[in-house]
């Protein structure tokens, strides 16, 4: 596979995992415990956050496949969101002990943090080899 094509696709499954991811919590499939105190309202900061960083990688991955230049600044942004929140609940968690927590959920959001810190350094190379 090609990278461009490898870009477009994880741009769209990026927008796409995060509304689903949001719309789960939001519906009650994926229910948000307080782990430890004060847990619930600082996963409950993050939806306009992650909204920026679908909103950010849909339009870089849409840009891009239309072969337009303007897909270099969304692909960018996205990456260094997708950075941005990796780092930040990789150290919330490594600081409050959850990341030691031997849970699926805690599974689940290992993955996604370590999808975060792949995918937007892989964005924020890409296009940025990618403008003219």
């Known amino acids: 596979m090609n990278k461009k094509k490898l870009a477009i696709g994880l741009s769209f499954f990026t927008t796409f995992g995060i509304f689903a991811y949001w719309i789960s ?14 847990y619930v309202d600082w996963f409950m900061a993050f939806p306009l956050a992650d909204a920026w960083i679908g909103v950010t990688a849909f339009l870089g991955g849409y840009y891009l496949l239309q072969g337009r230049e303007s897909a270099v600044p969304f692909g960018i942004a996205a990456g260094s969101g997708l950075i941005f929140l990796g780092l930040y609940a990789f150290l919330y968690s490594f600081n409050t002990g959850l990341l030691f927590m031997q849970t699926m959920d805690e599974y689940i959001e290992i993955a996604i943090k370590v999808y975060c810190l792949v995918v937007g350094s892989f964005f924020i190379n890409y296009f940025w080899k990618a403008r003219k």
């Open 25 to 38: 919590v939001f519906t009650g499939v994926f229910p948000v415990v307080d782990l430890i105190p004060g």
